[in-house]
């Protein structure tokens, strides 16, 4: 039986413990981890805050375009006249609260050279497919689009093969293909920004963007948003990145046609994750990787993101590290595993111990005790109080950098429905990024182990790094994804018109409610 006596010696001695040296270097490590995550979110906010002033400035000159364009001369119709023809191709899965939306801020682009959406499902059966449908119908023929059935992948994964197949059909004159997933909500000068880059700068590989993560307001959310935002730095340089995110990836149509660097090959022949594919090719050939700095996309997360989806989400994370295409890239996985893992749990020890710490000077201040534990106990709580300013500083950073992509976004997309911080709450943004930052090794540990996961319903087993077996049963299925909750299932052959009515009804009402300025 534990006794008082016996639990606050246990505490005593364990905050003694955690005053020896190597304790005390692993608590100032856990700071320092702390301050260089705030550094990289200042210097991120800096890149993205600067793309800010220089869209005042271009708008105090008379630019009205400015969230298309910094130089307005770039609209003359003689430029627009010459842009080249992009091609988009989305693979879809599954039918989501926020679909229709995205999906809408996509083929309404304001792009001025050709521009053709090809959506690519697996099977009519896909919920996707009749949504997307109703859809285009609307549009009719103001848009060029089309709804392509890729059929079922067997040798690499579902949403590799519906690029593909896009990629496959589309148009001959296309120079650029954007492959986006179909949770990405551009604004009206996406591809027009893309694009101008891509121009300027043939060199360039790869064009991508990153995910500005809107929480639902559940822990599962908020341990997505955590996730997202260590790896945010990396996107926000306003040039050149070794980092690249699927759901947003601009490159050369030719580099497809001719299977420049084994593109084509190299996806389909056993290609898990298209992002951690097409890096470890630039990498092996020294292409370059840019990511503009207006590259930044809201992403609502699912109003009902449970825990248990955020951590179906975390498996497929890091189950890409077990993914690779030559040895230099499973040695460069390896060490981002092992870096990962020691910064994720070397981010939380430190909390644990300031844990133990406070509640030994909680219990040696309402007990007498010697002057030896007054000693350790204050040498305990100077380490706490490092840990806790750190971390002021730390969530200051990580406050500002989302305020700024926030007023970005909003400036980018002047007519759609405002973004405000003043949803966040970031007492739960702590919390989630301890949970996320402890749980991240136990993912990866149980990735490497298990060498298979359950993307979507569809079991990918690999072998060497690439997929050497698909399992499709109907009990692998899940009834909504993880992190839009988008519907996998629906009804084979029916349309969910309840869903696309009232979705519709939604999207119409934030597009004509007036906007609020709300940073």
Not at 39 to 67: D, H, P, T
Request: include cysteine; charged fraction near 15%.
């Amino acid at each position: 039986m534990v006794t008082v006596d016996s639990f606050d010696a246990f505490l005593f001695n364990a905050s003694r413990a955690l005053c020896s040296p190597l304790a005390v270097f692993i608590q100032i490590q856990g700071c320092l981890i702390v301050l260089i995550l705030a550094l990289g979110w200042a210097l991120a906010a800096y890149v993205r805050g600067r793309e800010i002033r220089r869209m005042k400035s271009s708008m105090k000159s008379g630019n009205s375009f400015a969230f298309l364009t910094l130089d307005i001369n770039e609209l003359e119709h003689s430029n627009q006249a010459n842009l080249p023809r992009v091609t988009v191709v989305m693979p879809l899965k599954g039918f989501g609260e926020h679909n229709l939306h995205n999906w809408r801020s996509q083929i309404t682009s304001l792009y001025g050279g050709p521009l053709e959406f090809l959506f690519v499902v697996e099977s009519t059966a896909d919920p996707a497919y009749h949504a997307v449908k109703c859809l285009l119908a609307d549009f009719k023929d103001a848009v060029e689009a089309k709804v392509i059935v890729a059929g079922l992948s067997t040798t690499c994964s579902q949403k590799i093969h519906n690029q593909l197949v896009g990629v496959d059909q589309m148009h001959k004159d296309t120079k650029y293909v954007l492959f986006l997933d179909d949770d990405v909500r551009l604004h009206p000068g996406s591809i027009g920004a893309l694009t101008t880059e891509m121009e300027k700068n043939p060199d360039i590989f790869i064009q991508t963007g990153y995910p500005l993560d809107l929480p639902s307001g559940t822990l599962g959310s908020y341990c997505i948003y955590g996730y997202h935002m260590p790896c945010s730095m990396g996107f926000a340089t306003g040039g050149k990145t070794f980092f690249l995110w699927g759901g947003c990836m601009m490159m050369h149509a030719n580099d497809f046609r001719t299977d420049r660097h084994c593109v084509v090959s190299g996806l389909r022949d056993g290609g898990y994750s298209d992002d951690m594919t097409l890096a470890a090719i630039a990498g092996a050939h020294k292409r370059l990787i840019t990511s503009p700095p207006v590259a930044v996309f809201p992403h609502p997360l699912a109003t009902d993101l449970t825990f248990p989806r955020y951590w179906n989400y975390l498996r497929k994370q890091t189950f890409v590290l077990e993914s690779y295409t030559t040895k230099v890239n499973w040695i460069m996985n390896r060490a981002l595993f092992t870096s990962h893992c020691y910064l994720s749990w070397g981010f939380v020890s430190p909390y644990v111990m300031a844990g133990i710490h406070v509640a030994a000077a909680l219990r040696h201040y309402l007990k007498e005790n010697s002057l030896e534990g007054t000693v350790m106990t204050c040498n305990g709580l100077l380490l706490v109080a490092c840990l806790a300013v750190c971390t002021v500083i730390e969530l200051l950073s990580m406050w500002n950098l989302t305020r700024i992509e926030v007023h970005l976004c909003n400036m980018l997309s002047p007519e759609a429905p405002q973004l405000s911080l003043a949803s966040y709450n970031w007492c739960l943004v702590f919390i989630a990024m301890l949970v996320d930052n402890f749980l991240y090794p136990l993912s990866a540990m149980r990735s490497h182990l298990s060498q298979s996961i359950n993307w979507s319903g569809i079991r990918y087993h690999l072998k060497d790094g690439k997929i050497c077996k698909i399992d499709r049963h109907k009990h692998l299925v899940p009834k909504i994804t993880d992190l839009a909750g988008k519907d996998l299932l629906g009804k084979q052959g029916s349309i969910p018109k309840v869903a696309i009515i009232s979705t519709l009804s939604r999207t119409l009402a934030q597009w004509r409610q007036p906007k609020k300025y709300n940073i």
